[in-house]
């Protein structure tokens, strides 16, 4: 069984910056897909990144929303996935949450995740 914790959320000024960690306990393959995931009031959980690396196999995919100014890194040693976020807008405020899992098609699908976070929350004035 795994357990994500994620920490680092906080109220941000748009154009400012912030790091989100998530710290994974208890059985973490290296086959694991982790993830962010967000949501606004009102919508849906959609998906931020996601990182994928199991020693030989590696990548980061993100959202296009996101991209160029989100940026997924992973230390696997610590367990631990961080998600930096730069340029913040005030459509980026959101709960962020964490997930982790054996992801077969999608890796920005929600519904491939089987674990997840209590999540952070973000907010860009």
């Known amino acids: 069984h795994v357990q994500l914790v994620e920490s680092g959320g906080g109220s941000v000024q748009a154009g400012g910056s912030l790091r989100l960690s998530c710290v994974a306990t208890g059985y973490t393959p290296s086959s694991y897909c982790m993830a962010w995931f967000r949501q606004a009031p009102g919508k849906e959980r959609e998906a931020v990144g996601a990182?994928?690396?199991?020693?030989?196999?590696?990548?980061?995919k993100y959202a296009g929303s996101v991209k160029g100014r989100f940026t997924i890194a992973q230390v696997r040693s610590k367990n631990t996935v961080y998600l930096q976020m730069n340029s913040l807008k005030p459509e980026d405020t959101a709960m962020y949450y964490c997930?982790?899992?054996?992801?077969?098609?999608?890796?920005?699908?929600?519904?491939?995740?089987?674990?997840w976070g209590q999540g952070t929350q973000v907010t860009v004035s």
């Open positions: 997930a982790a899992g054996w992801v077969n098609r999608n890796v920005l699908s929600k519904y491939e995740y089987d674990y």
């Open positions: 990182r994928y690396n199991d020693g030989s196999i590696s990548f980061t």
